[in-house]
């Protein structure tokens, strides 16, 4: 089974909104990434949280990590039209080997 | 750098025809990955390699796939013989030391 799994799985904002994404995870982690997918592209990694990091920021992005919970979230403030693609996490568990598990993602839709 | 380089992109075949999908890592990184996706389920590991060795292969779903990187640059997924249900897009992706994944544009096979 997926060791991410985010929520909500479609989300559909207006331009400007900001968009809040959830992920979840089940076994105790190294860090946690963000990536984002074009459709019919590859995916491009968007940022990189640390086991002992609480809150990150880059750009219009924010992404907080509770290891408590075992949560994740990822804010994208003033939301584009460009922001529409699908949103994945990603999870380097303990003694994995780096080997990144995924999410199944949010599909973001961005309406001008 | 041209970042990770698949080939090909896209594939058509017929069940019982061999596969073989070619990826370039970045130059100087260490890891590669190769992954699968799906919209049942999602983006599965199939196999990665540290240093053009094999670490854990235990995604690949049967013997009909095989992975190999025969030097640093250069790596083959193959599947033989090919199923309708092989169909999906395959990614392969590189990092140096962990963290960051980059990843290919993927090749969508489709196996008639």
């Known amino acids: 089974s997926q060791q991410g799994e985010e929520d909500p799985q479609a989300l559909s904002i207006q331009e400007g909104e900001n968009a809040t994404m959830n992920c979840s995870y089940k076994?105790?982690?190294?860090?946690l990434q963000w990536y984002r997918q074009n459709s019919g592209r590859g995916l491009v990694h968007l940022i990189l949280?640390?086991?002992?990091?609480r809150e990150k920021h880059s750009g219009r992005l924010r992404v907080t990590l509770d290891t408590s919970k075992k949560s994740s979230s990822l804010l994208i403030t003033a939301s584009r039209a460009a922001d529409t693609a699908s949103y994945f996490c990603?999870?380097?568990?303990?003694?994995?080997?780096?080997?990144?598990?995924f999410g199944e993602g949010t599909q973001l839709t961005v309406n001008p | 750098d041209a970042g990770v380089i698949q080939s090909p992109r896209h594939e058509v075949t017929e069940m019982g025809q061999e596969v073989t999908l070619r990826c370039k890592p970045i130059?100087?990184?260490?890891?590669l990955f190769w992954y699968r996706q799906t919209m049942m389920r999602g983006l599965e590991l199939l196999i990665y390699?540290?240093?053009?060795?094999?670490?854990?292969d235990s995604g690949m779903p049967e013997d009909r796939f095989s992975a190999k990187m025969p030097n640093a640059s250069f790596s083959t997924l193959k599947i033989q013989p090919s199923e309708p249900r092989d169909s999906a897009v395959y990614f392969c992706?590189?990092?140096?030391?962990?963290?960051?994944?980059?990843f290919g544009e993927g090749s969508r096979l489709t196996v008639l």
């Open positions: 992706a590189s990092t140096i030391g962990g963290g960051e994944l980059f």
């Open positions: 076994t105790s982690i190294n860090n």
């Open positions: 949280i640390r086991s002992n990091e």
């Open positions: 990603a999870t380097d568990a303990l003694a994995s080997g780096s080997r990144l598990t």
């Open positions: 130059s100087g990184h260490n890891s």
């Open positions: 390699f540290n240093n053009n060795v094999p670490i854990d």
